[in-house]
């Protein structure tokens, strides 16, 4: 394995721990709102680590460049649709949880 | 392959069912759409049995006409449920229903 | 490099097994087309690395498709399906 | 290489397995629109099985559609379905009539259990080794006009299931327009966040129809993709509120909803005539005649899908009879 290599498998590797991190969250957390997080924070971070990963790996500039084209548009299109769950929960009357 | 070819089988049985259990009509065309997976399941898996090589693509063209057909039935027999439901007020085919 | 992807990919697929968990239990419609959604990335990531493993470059067209369509799905959700909630089970 | 036989059986089993967990309760949920959202889940699955099994046109295919199109057309008639209901008053109704419904017959288990058997015995019966007709798809490959084997088998070897195809989409829609409108759903307005998705969304998904199409003669892809995707970005406009209105039943929306059938009926029928045979591509001019029936097939086949997923006939403002 050269240098890359182990680069790239710390970064995947804590990839999937991020994915890990957004799973936990999305089963243990108390309400819809809190588990919003898991979808646009964890997973998207975790997403990112595994598209630079792969990047350091892949054949040639454009499939990286791919890679990356994928990443943001997953993170926009997450973003953007947990913003509409949210204020339509909010608007439904779905309560914050409260300690 | 067989393993996959199998699950095909049984996402059949699962599908027919329910297609014969449930009134609701919603449910019948979840149901047939279920049961064409299985179907398309038991043919790519059987179409992998060229050994080491490429596995054989007429299947495969079989089946993507196959998802194109399904997803246009599937918009038809949405629109004959909710013309049914309109008229009768249950999107379920009964006993009642027949006089 | 092989036996880390397809350890990867194994690993990320028993992430998207245990987040049908919260499909199933809800308790919100909500709830559960969140929990999709997250299948969706979870998806597209177990593809971009299978498709490194394999050397198939056509599997990044499909994660590319995956990104794009799982938004479709949830803005039909928001804009038509999503029923008035009971806000009697809207915590767990 | 032990390891890796191993780690790609375990994923396989565990997709297989929740493949058909999943089949199971979505079909037994009590709640219909828990029962979609699992659906939307099985597709992602299957896509997902696809790859496994070396077919990644059908998996591109799948993520379009079977995750995609599907999930909203579903999600829609429900929501149609509720309002119905809410006018008709019949929503408790249909509970009671549920239950009725949930006793069963115990032969039909007992019955079906001998289909599943029977399917599982055909399958293992197959000889475990043959190549189907991948190597009569190897030998023509060059007189095909284009590269990529699956392109080759739906536009060339088998271009007649693509016709039939096309023809089964329009009467599907117009089997849809024959029933008249729907109920009309209360559209509210989209707010600033849908918005700005809907507009740097569509661009992308017109971009990547456009990519999905060219990238079809050489690698996978094609028209049923690259049309679905587009058909996608027509949902998302309608999911919006954009109405077309008198704009469908104008002349240049009626031509592209019958280029495809129609150019590809047209070349079958000027080859039948010159050659004696349908959809025999001449060497020479194949790929241009492939390239310019998948144009056509694109943008039939997504403004087919998107007028589906609509699901109201075209009515113009000039006739009133």
Known sequence: MTLIDYLSTILLIAGALFFLAGTLGLLRFPDIYTRLHALTKADNVGLGLIVIGLALQSESLASAGKLILIWLLVMFAGASVSNLIASGALQRGIRLWKR | MYFYALIGVGLFSVGLYALINYAHLLRKILALNVMGSGIFLILIALAKRTGETQPDVVPHAMVITGIVVAVSATALALTLMLKLAAETGRAELSEKDRD | MQAIYFLLALFLLLNLIAGMWRVLRGPTAADRMLAAQLFGTTAVAILLIVAQATGDPALRDVALVFALLAAVTAVAFVRRAWPDEDPRHDTD | ?321
């Open chain 4, 1 to 321: 290489m032990e390891t890796l036989t191993l780690l790609a059986l375990s994923f396989d089993a565990l997709l297989n397995l929740s493949l058909l967990y999943l089949a199971w309760i979505l079909l037994n949920c009590e709640d219909l629109l828990k029962a979609i959202v699992l659906f939307v889940a099985f597709g992602l699955l299957m896509a997902l099985a696809w790859v496994r099994l070396d077919a990644p046109d059908v998996a591109l295919a799948e993520a379009a559609i079977g995750a995609g199109l599907t999930g909203a057309l579903l999600l829609t008639a429900l929501a149609k379905l509720r309002v119905i209901e809410t006018n008709k008053g019949t929503t408790q109704q249909l509970k009671q009539d549920s239950e009725n419904f949930q006793t069963l017959h115990y032969m039909t288990p007992l019955a079906l259990l001998l289909v599943a058997i029977g399917l599982g015995y055909v399958v293992f019966s197959m000889p475990p080794i043959s190549a189907g007709l991948s190597n009569d798809v190897a030998t023509n490959m060059g007189n095909s006009g284009v590269s990529h084997s699956v392109t080759a088998v739906l536009l060339n070897f088998r271009g007649y299931d693509t016709l039939l195809e096309m023809f089964v989409l329009l009467v599907s829609l117009l089997g849809v327009w024959s029933f008249g409108s729907t109920t009309s759903q209360h559209e509210t307005t989209p707010g600033p966040v849908l918005d700005t998705l809907t507009r740097r969304l569509v661009p992308v998904l017109i971009l990547v129809a456009a990519y999905l199409l060219w990238v079809g003669a050489h690698a996978p892809g094609g028209a049923f993709q690259a049309g679905s995707v587009l058909a996608a970005a027509g949902v998302l406009l309608l999911l919006m509120g954009w109405r077309p209105g008198g704009y469908l039943s104008t002349l240049p929306f009626r031509l592209i909803l019958v280029a495809g059938p129609g150019l590809f009926a047209i070349t079958a029928a000027l080859l039948y005539l010159l050659k004696g045979q349908l959809l025999a591509f001449p060497v020479e001019y194949a790929g241009i005649i492939i390239f310019a029936l998948e144009t056509t097939a694109t943008l039939s086949i997504a403004v087919i899908l998107a007028a589906l997923f609509l699901s109201e006939p075209p009515h113009s403002d000039k006739e009133h009879i």
